[in-house]
């Protein structure tokens, strides 16, 4: 027993010099964004563009897992913002999450906020972007989680890195683009270009002068962090002659798998390694849209950047030479974006959580509202005289407009929101049949659902097709989950709950519910505050595919939200 006591004693003292060395390594990163506009030039056109620190995407943020960020914004634009941390699991600091008028209402033109989080266990590619609006098409940038100090990768470490974001591009103010969509309740115009690191690359005019390179040599490792950051588009990534090695998804680990092209939603990150094993020449790397939707308007333009090996020869007399581009799959390939998914493993056996307290169901899709009465036909150019709708469990999603759902949750102001969203479809019916137009119409709420601080959930998330099925990128703020299962149709849980993978699962913050079809996830409620579900094509969330978890505090300080700070900005 003496033994034992002293193996024990010996144990805490090794813990707590851990722990102390934790503390000691990790550090504050304080950054100051300025929300400002900024002249943007871009296929021959010279736009007034709204950025942070006047960069386009903006500053890529470098933290150890462990880190405290402290990022002052100060709002110099003539538009309210909010910037959101996508992926970061604001453990009781749910005031820093960002969505406006969900966690905090939004900073006003002439106004500040100081976001201060703690990165926790998490380590890979996440990233930051505003979350008012459509103001997300030109306000981002990358956050890159490196390991804890003295620790590495469970990979070969690689000589270079580099972040690739990939965005979407109007040739116009996209706020005027929604503000119109939302004028008429009809589709919003569609972008006109891609961006790889903010150039839209060789295959538009005026472009390819500025065309991004990225290096390489032979026989060097090369992480790139595959950001999409595209506002409604869905994008396949490939470089030609060179296969990815996925390594990670959305701040966590992978099971290492090999793979020609990958498939991000918008929201989602990938990191792969790749291999200078090629001729030295320069090669195309490109994203095109995966469209999964039938029927329905896209860009189905290609943005390019260029793998540029450093002992390539030099091209006679400044003509370079061509580069190869990469064979991308069809824009509607969803057999190739099922395979690449359902490679993604967790590295080792992980805990999924059991013995469920909250099985939930939601379907996701789109829908019509019919013309109200007082509005003339100009405001109703959705299919046959409507205006577009979206919802979760036929719930379309208002925004409150004078005070954000934490705010009246912690200080009890009542007529914000209701706490009556349905675990369950209201009406169960085929939802990926012929599905009658009696169903087509949703109703408008702020409807959260509770959770009780430690529940653990299995939430189905099931596709429709109301008006034309879709894949749908679904993120959960606050939140990693694990994505057991997807599949197409209708989710049986007698058949289909033997598909779940209890073993292994990958862990992600945003998953993609299949065009006419399902996922299934489960997470562990154990993070108080006000977290909001929602799709990542922004023209759906504008029309309402969202709802709120209201998680409740727990027992004692370290399981309740922090008290708001000083500065949130006022309602």
């Not at 060179?242 to 793979?259: C, E, I, N, Q, R």
């Not at 469920?356 to 405001?379: A, K, Q, Y």
């Not at 009556?420 to 169960?428: E, I, W």
Request: net charge neutral; charged share 15%; with cysteine.
């Amino acid at each position: 027993m003496e033994a034992l006591n002293k193996i024990s004693f010996l144990l805490g003292v090794l813990l707590l010099f851990s722990m102390a060395v934790a503390l000691a390594n990790a550090k504050t990163c304080y950054h100051d964004f300025v929300v400002q506009t900024t002249k943007v030039n871009r296929l021959c056109n010279t736009h007034n563009t709204i950025t942070v620190n006047g960069q386009f995407p903006g500053p890529t943020l470098e933290v150890n897992n462990g880190d405290t960020l402290v990022i002052n914004v100060a709002n110099r634009a003539h538009e309210n913002v909010t910037i959101h941390w996508h992926g970061i699991r604001q453990l009781r600091t749910g005031w820093a999450d960002g969505p406006e008028f969900v966690t905090q209402c939004p900073i006003r033109p002439g106004g500040s906020y100081t976001y201060r989080f703690t990165i926790q266990g998490q380590e890979g590619t996440l990233w930051w972007h505003a979350h008012s609006s459509w103001l997300r098409a030109t306000v981002y940038g990358a956050l890159v989680i490196h390991p804890k100090e003295g620790a590495s990768y469970p990979f070969p470490k690689p000589k270079r890195e580099t972040p690739i974001l990939l965005g979407e591009w109007w040739d116009a103010n996209p706020l005027d683009v929604v503000r119109e969509s939302t004028r008429t309740g009809g589709a919003p115009n569609i972008s006109d270009a891609y961006t790889i690191n903010g150039q839209p690359g060789d295959l538009y005019n005026c472009s390819s002068k500025d065309t991004v390179i990225v290096p390489i040599d032979l026989g060097e490792t090369h992480l790139l962090r595959v950001i999409n950051a595209a506002l409604n588009q869905e994008l396949f990534f490939s470089v030609a002659n060179h296969t990815f090695t996925v390594v990670g998804a959305d701040a966590s680990y992978l099971k290492p798998f090999t793979t020609s092209v990958i498939m991000l939603g918008p929201g989602q990150t990938t990191d792969v390694l790749i291999s200078g094993n090629q001729p030295p020449a320069r090669y195309y790397m490109a994203a095109r849209a995966y469209q999964s939707g039938q029927g329905a308007p896209f860009d189905n333009t290609t943005t390019t950047a260029i793998l540029e090996y450093k002992s390539a020869p030099c091209p006679a007399k400044g003509i370079l030479s061509n580069p190869v581009m990469p064979a991308l799959p069809a824009f509607n390939d969803t057999a190739t974006v099922t395979a690449f998914t359902q490679s993604l493993r967790s590295p080792n056996k992980v805990e999924v959580p059991s013995d469920i307290d909250e099985n939930l169901f939601f379907t996701v899709g789109l829908g019509l509202f019919n013309c109200p009465s007082n509005f003339p036909s100009s405001r109703c150019q959705g299919p046959n005289g409507t205006r577009f709708a979206s919802s979760m469990n036929n719930v379309s999603f208002v925004l409150p407009s004078n005070f954000s759902i934490l705010q009246a949750h912690r200080q009890g102001v009542p007529g914000v929101f209701t706490t009556d969203f349905p675990g369950n479809p209201p009406v169960q019916f085929d939802y990926t049949g012929n599905v009658s137009r009696s169903l087509w119409q949703p109703i408008l709420g702020t409807k959260v659902y509770k959770l009780k601080y430690g529940s653990r959930v299995q939430l189905v998330l099931q596709g429709t097709n109301i008006q034309t099925a879709e894949n749908h990128p679904i993120h959960i703020h606050g939140y990693d989950f694990y994505i057991l299962a997807t599949g197409f149709g209708n989710f049986n849980p007698q058949k289909d709950t033997a598909k779940l993978n209890l073993v292994d699962p990958p862990m992600r913050n945003t998953v993609g519910v299949p065009v006419n079809g399902w996922a299934v996830i489960r997470f562990l409620a154990d993070n108080p505050g006000a977290w909001l579900m929602h799709c990542h094509l922004d023209v759906h969330i504008t029309w309402g595919l969202a709802m709120v978890f209201l998680v409740e505090d727990g027992v004692g300080e370290l399981q309740s939200v922090e008290p708001p700070p000083a500065d949130l900005p006022p309602c």
